[in-house]
T-cell receptor, first 112, second 114 residues
Protein backbone atom coordinates (compact mmCIF):
# COMPACT_ATOMS: atom_id res chain seq x y z
CA UNK A 1 0.00 0.00 0.00
CA UNK A 2 0.91 3.66 -0.19
CA UNK A 3 3.01 5.20 2.56
CA UNK A 4 5.28 8.11 3.39
CA UNK A 5 8.38 8.03 5.58
CA UNK A 6 9.88 11.19 7.03
CA UNK A 7 13.05 11.79 8.94
CA UNK A 8 12.62 11.70 12.68
CA UNK A 9 12.62 14.93 14.61
CA UNK A 10 12.78 17.15 16.37
CA UNK A 11 15.15 19.33 14.38
CA UNK A 12 16.69 22.41 15.98
CA UNK A 13 18.56 24.94 13.84
CA UNK A 14 20.01 28.38 14.27
CA UNK A 15 18.54 31.22 12.26
CA UNK A 16 19.94 31.39 8.69
CA UNK A 17 21.00 27.72 8.74
CA UNK A 18 20.30 25.36 5.84
CA UNK A 19 17.34 23.01 6.26
CA UNK A 20 16.78 19.57 4.81
CA UNK A 21 13.89 17.32 5.84
CA UNK A 22 13.99 13.93 4.15
CA UNK A 23 10.88 12.28 2.76
CA UNK A 24 10.57 9.02 0.85
CA UNK A 25 7.43 7.38 -0.39
CA UNK A 26 5.94 4.09 -1.54
CA UNK A 27 3.12 4.18 -4.06
CA UNK A 28 1.44 1.80 -6.44
CA UNK A 29 0.98 4.40 -9.18
CA UNK A 30 2.29 7.86 -10.00
CA UNK A 31 1.31 10.05 -7.09
CA UNK A 32 1.36 13.77 -6.55
CA UNK A 33 3.58 14.83 -3.65
CA UNK A 34 3.01 17.57 -1.10
CA UNK A 35 4.53 19.32 1.86
CA UNK A 36 2.16 20.70 4.47
CA UNK A 37 3.09 22.84 7.47
CA UNK A 38 1.29 22.95 10.81
CA UNK A 39 1.87 25.85 13.18
CA UNK A 40 1.05 25.38 16.87
CA UNK A 41 -2.68 25.12 17.51
CA UNK A 42 -3.58 25.31 13.83
CA UNK A 43 -4.60 23.02 10.98
CA UNK A 44 -2.41 22.05 8.04
CA UNK A 45 -1.43 24.55 5.37
CA UNK A 46 -0.23 23.53 1.93
CA UNK A 47 3.39 24.62 1.53
CA UNK A 48 4.24 23.24 -1.91
CA UNK A 49 3.45 20.42 -4.31
CA UNK A 50 4.76 18.52 -7.34
CA UNK A 51 2.56 16.45 -9.61
CA UNK A 52 5.06 14.52 -11.75
CA UNK A 53 8.63 13.29 -11.79
CA UNK A 54 11.36 15.98 -11.88
CA UNK A 55 8.87 18.73 -10.98
CA UNK A 56 10.14 21.20 -8.40
CA UNK A 57 7.66 22.71 -6.00
CA UNK A 58 8.60 25.98 -4.32
CA UNK A 59 7.06 28.50 -1.95
CA UNK A 60 8.33 31.01 0.64
CA UNK A 61 11.93 29.97 0.03
CA UNK A 62 11.19 26.25 0.49
CA UNK A 63 11.83 23.82 -2.37
CA UNK A 64 11.33 20.11 -3.03
CA UNK A 65 12.02 18.07 -6.17
CA UNK A 66 10.02 14.98 -7.12
CA UNK A 67 12.64 12.23 -7.63
CA UNK A 68 11.02 9.12 -9.07
CA UNK A 69 14.28 7.17 -9.25
CA UNK A 70 14.86 7.51 -5.51
CA UNK A 71 11.15 7.83 -4.57
CA UNK A 72 11.99 10.96 -2.62
CA UNK A 73 10.67 14.49 -2.09
CA UNK A 74 13.08 16.15 0.33
CA UNK A 75 12.23 19.62 1.64
CA UNK A 76 14.98 22.26 1.61
CA UNK A 77 15.41 25.89 2.55
CA UNK A 78 18.60 27.82 2.24
CA UNK A 79 18.18 30.11 5.24
CA UNK A 80 15.60 29.39 7.91
CA UNK A 81 13.92 32.00 10.08
CA UNK A 82 12.43 31.81 13.56
CA UNK A 83 8.99 32.09 11.94
CA UNK A 84 9.61 28.75 10.14
CA UNK A 85 9.30 26.91 13.45
CA UNK A 86 6.48 24.43 12.91
CA UNK A 87 5.75 20.77 12.15
CA UNK A 88 6.25 19.74 8.52
CA UNK A 89 4.36 16.86 6.91
CA UNK A 90 5.16 15.11 3.66
CA UNK A 91 2.14 13.60 1.89
CA UNK A 92 1.10 11.86 -1.29
CA UNK A 93 -2.10 11.35 -3.23
CA UNK A 94 -2.51 8.92 -6.09
CA UNK A 95 -5.12 10.92 -8.00
CA UNK A 96 -7.57 13.79 -7.69
CA UNK A 97 -10.17 13.09 -5.07
CA UNK A 98 -8.20 10.29 -3.48
CA UNK A 99 -7.11 10.20 0.12
CA UNK A 100 -3.85 11.70 1.24
CA UNK A 101 -1.21 9.61 2.97
CA UNK A 102 0.85 11.58 5.47
CA UNK A 103 4.18 11.01 7.12
CA UNK A 104 4.49 11.31 10.89
CA UNK A 105 5.72 14.88 10.72
CA UNK A 106 9.04 16.57 11.54
CA UNK A 107 9.12 19.25 14.19
CA UNK A 108 11.42 22.18 13.39
CA UNK A 109 12.54 24.76 15.93
CA UNK A 110 14.63 27.70 14.74
CA UNK A 111 16.49 29.60 17.44
CA UNK A 112 17.72 33.20 17.06
CA UNK B 1 -13.47 33.50 -0.14
CA UNK B 2 -14.22 31.68 3.11
CA UNK B 3 -11.83 28.92 4.16
CA UNK B 4 -12.64 25.62 5.82
CA UNK B 5 -14.25 26.04 9.22
CA UNK B 6 -14.84 23.44 11.92
CA UNK B 7 -16.86 23.36 15.10
CA UNK B 8 -16.51 23.03 17.96
CA UNK B 9 -12.87 23.93 18.60
CA UNK B 10 -12.54 21.74 21.66
CA UNK B 11 -14.71 19.02 23.13
CA UNK B 12 -14.51 16.79 26.17
CA UNK B 13 -16.56 13.59 26.25
CA UNK B 14 -16.80 10.52 28.44
CA UNK B 15 -16.05 6.99 27.23
CA UNK B 16 -19.15 5.41 25.70
CA UNK B 17 -20.74 8.69 24.66
CA UNK B 18 -21.42 9.86 21.12
CA UNK B 19 -20.05 12.99 19.43
CA UNK B 20 -20.78 15.00 16.29
CA UNK B 21 -18.19 17.24 14.68
CA UNK B 22 -19.03 19.74 11.95
CA UNK B 23 -17.22 21.12 8.94
CA UNK B 24 -18.01 23.81 6.40
CA UNK B 25 -16.01 23.39 3.23
CA UNK B 26 -14.32 26.11 1.26
CA UNK B 27 -16.52 27.91 -1.23
CA UNK B 28 -16.77 25.99 -4.51
CA UNK B 29 -15.38 22.72 -3.10
CA UNK B 30 -17.51 19.60 -3.55
CA UNK B 31 -15.46 17.02 -1.66
CA UNK B 32 -14.84 16.69 2.06
CA UNK B 33 -12.35 14.38 3.74
CA UNK B 34 -11.95 13.69 7.45
CA UNK B 35 -8.70 12.81 9.18
CA UNK B 36 -7.74 11.81 12.69
CA UNK B 37 -4.44 13.18 14.02
CA UNK B 38 -3.24 11.60 17.22
CA UNK B 39 -0.70 13.51 19.29
CA UNK B 40 2.70 13.47 17.62
CA UNK B 41 1.44 11.63 14.55
CA UNK B 42 0.46 12.47 10.99
CA UNK B 43 -3.19 12.68 9.97
CA UNK B 44 -4.87 9.35 9.24
CA UNK B 45 -7.63 9.20 6.63
CA UNK B 46 -11.07 8.33 8.03
CA UNK B 47 -13.33 8.78 5.00
CA UNK B 48 -14.28 11.10 2.16
CA UNK B 49 -17.62 12.39 0.88
CA UNK B 50 -18.39 13.50 -2.65
CA UNK B 51 -21.86 14.54 -3.76
CA UNK B 52 -23.31 13.38 -0.43
CA UNK B 53 -21.99 9.82 -0.85
CA UNK B 54 -19.09 8.13 0.92
CA UNK B 55 -16.25 7.99 -1.60
CA UNK B 56 -13.54 6.06 0.16
CA UNK B 57 -12.81 4.94 3.69
CA UNK B 58 -9.70 4.32 5.71
CA UNK B 59 -9.10 1.70 8.35
CA UNK B 60 -11.65 2.95 10.89
CA UNK B 61 -14.51 0.95 12.44
CA UNK B 62 -18.18 1.52 11.52
CA UNK B 63 -18.80 3.54 14.68
CA UNK B 64 -17.13 6.36 12.72
CA UNK B 65 -19.76 7.64 10.30
CA UNK B 66 -20.41 10.77 8.34
CA UNK B 67 -22.73 12.87 6.28
CA UNK B 68 -22.39 15.44 3.57
CA UNK B 69 -25.15 17.95 2.93
CA UNK B 70 -26.27 19.58 -0.33
CA UNK B 71 -24.28 22.70 0.53
CA UNK B 72 -21.19 20.42 0.82
CA UNK B 73 -20.85 20.89 4.58
CA UNK B 74 -20.21 17.70 6.50
CA UNK B 75 -20.51 15.95 9.84
CA UNK B 76 -18.37 13.30 11.47
CA UNK B 77 -20.15 11.14 14.04
CA UNK B 78 -18.39 8.83 16.45
CA UNK B 79 -20.39 6.40 18.59
CA UNK B 80 -19.31 4.51 21.69
CA UNK B 81 -16.30 6.72 22.27
CA UNK B 82 -13.07 5.08 23.41
CA UNK B 83 -10.09 6.66 25.13
CA UNK B 84 -8.01 6.15 21.96
CA UNK B 85 -10.41 8.38 20.05
CA UNK B 86 -8.81 11.37 21.77
CA UNK B 87 -7.20 13.29 18.90
CA UNK B 88 -7.36 16.32 16.65
CA UNK B 89 -9.99 15.76 13.95
CA UNK B 90 -9.29 17.57 10.72
CA UNK B 91 -11.64 18.28 7.89
CA UNK B 92 -10.28 18.99 4.43
CA UNK B 93 -12.15 20.20 1.38
CA UNK B 94 -11.18 19.89 -2.25
CA UNK B 95 -12.53 19.94 -5.77
CA UNK B 96 -12.85 16.57 -7.47
CA UNK B 97 -12.54 17.66 -11.07
CA UNK B 98 -10.08 19.05 -13.55
CA UNK B 99 -7.01 17.40 -12.09
CA UNK B 100 -7.04 19.47 -8.92
CA UNK B 101 -5.28 17.70 -6.08
CA UNK B 102 -4.98 20.15 -3.22
CA UNK B 103 -6.83 19.55 0.01
CA UNK B 104 -7.47 22.58 2.18
CA UNK B 105 -7.63 21.91 5.88
CA UNK B 106 -9.64 23.45 8.65
CA UNK B 107 -8.17 24.25 12.07
CA UNK B 108 -9.49 21.03 13.55
CA UNK B 109 -11.55 19.94 16.54
CA UNK B 110 -9.64 18.73 19.57
CA UNK B 111 -11.56 15.81 21.12
CA UNK B 112 -10.64 14.54 24.55
CA UNK B 113 -12.26 11.34 25.81
CA UNK B 114 -12.03 10.69 29.55
Amino acid sequence: GDSVTQMEGPVTLSEEAFLTINCTYTATGYPSLFWYVQYPGEGLQLLLKATKADDKGSNKGFEATYRKETTSFHLEKGSVQVSDSAVYFCALSESPGNQFYFGTGTSLTVIP
Amino acid sequence: ETGVTQSPTHLIKTRGQQVTLRCSSQSGHNTVSWYQQALGQGPQFIFQYYREEENGRGNFPPRFSGLQFPNYSSELNVNALELDDSALYLCASSITSGGAYEQYFGPGTRLTVT
